[in-house]
């Protein structure tokens, strides 16, 4: 990949952008967002990067293995996606880190996680690991799968929303046969819950797979309870578990996309006096040197 952030997005989201303003917004630098962009005021602008959670350098454990919480690592499958998203957190990034891309990085990364037990959980992230055959995704999920200290493995994709038909009955049934898979998605407004993406969602269920999203909390696509509430809704119709809702990444070049801290919390507020707790997702910035993730209401 170049070292610039391409603007390329697959067929299925070159369609979905052409009947959704909401989503085209995160596919072309050039979709105009009405109002002032603002700062978040979690942090000051001056601590904005292009690699605000130290990828490149120090959470990078081995080469395409990042670490920032014990319990924890993401591996980075390859830097490709189906879009690449405006907001991406790791824009700054992709492209320039490494990725694991010959069996024996992968080996590196399961003796680096051998050699931690405390390690429970993979994120198989990128970039968005469902641009990799069936195959290499499989040898993924079974090295770290295999492994008894592993409680879960996670498929980071947006597929589902930005090409859900990547998503098939065999590619499922095979994730979920491992028993540990776990499908994190990003979908950002209801325009992206469209049929086929319902139908990618069914079949992950189906076969057995805990599908939970992280939506990003983004002006001109979701900055408003109602937009949010439909969108909560749709997910849940779908099976999709809202999980979380993340304020912008503290990265350089997407202050259009950010809303002040307080129109967050108030839409977290009118979320919660809305809908049951099944239905909504934690609103939590991800912060530098933060132990965990943030609760926007305690900012
Ligand atoms: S799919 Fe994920 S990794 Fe790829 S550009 Fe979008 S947010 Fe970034």
């Not at 978040?40 to 601590?47: C, F, G, K, R, V």
């Not at 069996?103 to 994120?123: G, H, M, N, Q, S």
């Amino acid at each position: 990949m170049s070292e610039s952030f391409p603007e390329y997005a697959c067929p299925y989201s070159k369609r979905l952008a052409a009947h959704s303003p909401r989503f085209a917004l995160q596919v072309y630098d050039s979709t105009p967002i009405s109002g002032n962009s603002t700062q978040h005021s979690a942090l000051s602008t001056q601590h904005y990067s292009a690699d605000p959670f130290g990828e490149l350098s120090a959470i990078s454990k081995c080469p395409g293995l990042k670490q920032r919480f014990p319990d924890r690592v993401l591996v980075m499958t390859t830097d490709r996606c189906f879009m690449y998203c405006r907001h991406c957190t790791r824009q700054g990034i992709l492209g320039k880190t490494a990725v694991v891309d010959t069996p024996e990085k992968l080996a590196a990364c399961v003796e680096y996680v051998k050699a931690r037990p405390e390690v429970r959980d993979v994120l198989l992230s990128g970039g968005d690991i469902l641009t990799l055959p069936d195959e290499r995704v499989m040898e993924f999920v079974d090295a770290f799968a295999s492994l008894d200290q592993i409680d879960i493995v996670r498929v980071c994709t947006r597929a589902p929303c930005t090409n859900p038909g990547r998503v098939t009955e065999k590619l499922a049934k095979t994730l979920g046969a491992s028993k540990k898979v776990w499908v994190n998605t990003q979908f950002n407004c209801a325009d992206e819950v469209t049929e086929e993406a319902r139908r990618a969602a069914a079949l992950l269920v189906d076969a057995g797979i805990p599908v939970s999203c992280q939506t990003v909390l983004l002006r001109g696509v979701n900055d408003s309870s109602e937009e949010m509430l439909k969108l909560f809704r749709a997910l849940s119709a779908a099976r999709i578990r809202p999980y979380y809702v993340f304020t912008c990444d503290p990265i350089a070049g997407i202050d259009r996309f950010r809303i002040p801290l307080e129109d967050a919390k108030r839409i977290e507020r009118e979320c919660a006096a809305a809908i049951g707790g099944l239905a909504l997702p934690r609103f939590v910035s991800d912060l530098p040197g933060a132990a965990s993730k943030i609760p926007i209401a305690t900012l």
